[in-house]
């Protein structure tokens, strides 16, 4: 029905996903349907039936871009609830005289994500453009591209374990944190450890009581991994930005 609503929108667009291709958008204000289609070949027991593997995100003039689990209504022009991607991310920092400043930080590296849903939708605020295949990786142990980085995992039905082994800077202080939406039947957690210059981990764990939308954690622990553990192998439905942010030498760092 979404359909016939946006069928006069020059800015609203949907894609079905059944191998790869590249999408473009060139609008100031653009929003696009994602649908993925069925996958008739065998794959493991626990790949999704329906995913999109992003990649090469590339945001013209930093364009402000989010992931949205769902698919648009009403409301879609400001409902951020049901984000599960957002760069720039916004972090808190202090400035020159000591304030603390809420900064969206932009990320130039995004990890390639895979989007375990049958369909979601993008909006962005300018030009971007991004590979999408329908095709699962089966990677569960990733190390990133760059120190100053983000990406998502999307875990549903049939778990596996997540891990980011990140590159390390170790003259330089920063944050990580995570994006999530957390609906859980069973326990899962987040930790990222191996802080690199000694210190706690960083971590938060969930279970059947802690639903959450839309919500932030972070720290001033720079880890050199990332793991996501669930106690069931189908403990419900965890969507995870992680990001990690390194500061510039002459950056205050938050206390």
């Not at 000694?198 to 991994?225: E, L, M, Y």
Request: charged share 15%.
């Amino acid at each position: 029905m979404f359909l016939f609503f946006f069928v006069s929108d020059e800015t609203f667009d949907v894609r079905v996903v059944n191998g790869p291709q590249v999408l473009t958008r060139n609008s100031d204000s653009s929003t696009t349907v994602i649908l993925n289609t069925q996958f008739l070949n065998a794959s493991p027991y626990y790949d999704p039936d329906k995913t999109t593997l992003v990649t090469g995100i590339r945001q013209f003039r930093k364009t402000p871009i989010n992931f949205h689990y769902g698919i648009p209504g009403f409301d879609w022009q400001y409902k951020t609830s049901n984000q599960f991607f957002e760069n720039p991310q916004p972090i808190e920092l202090f400035d020159d005289q000591g304030t603390l400043q809420e900064n969206m930080i932009f990320f130039e590296s995004v990890e390639p994500m895979q989007i375990n849903l049958p369909y979601w939708y993008i909006t962005a605020d300018g030009s971007f453009s991004l590979n999408m295949d329908s095709t699962s990786n089966n990677e569960n142990i990733h190390k990133t591209n760059s120190t100053n980085t983000t990406g998502v995992f999307i875990l549903n039905d049939i778990w596996m374990d997540q891990y980011v082994n990140f590159v390390t800077d170790s003259t330089r202080k920063g944050y990580s944190g995570v994006l999530v939406n957390v609906d859980l039947t069973d326990g899962a957690c987040i930790t990222f450890n191996n802080a690199v210059n000694g210190g706690a981990d960083f971590q938060r764990c969930f279970d059947a009581n802690n639903k959450i939308v839309h919500g932030q954690f972070s720290t001033n622990v720079i880890p050199k991994s990332l793991l996501i553990t669930h106690k069931n192998y189908k403990p419900g439905t965890l969507y995870c930005q992680y990001f990690v942010y390194r500061l510039k030498l002459k950056q205050p760092l938050l206390p």
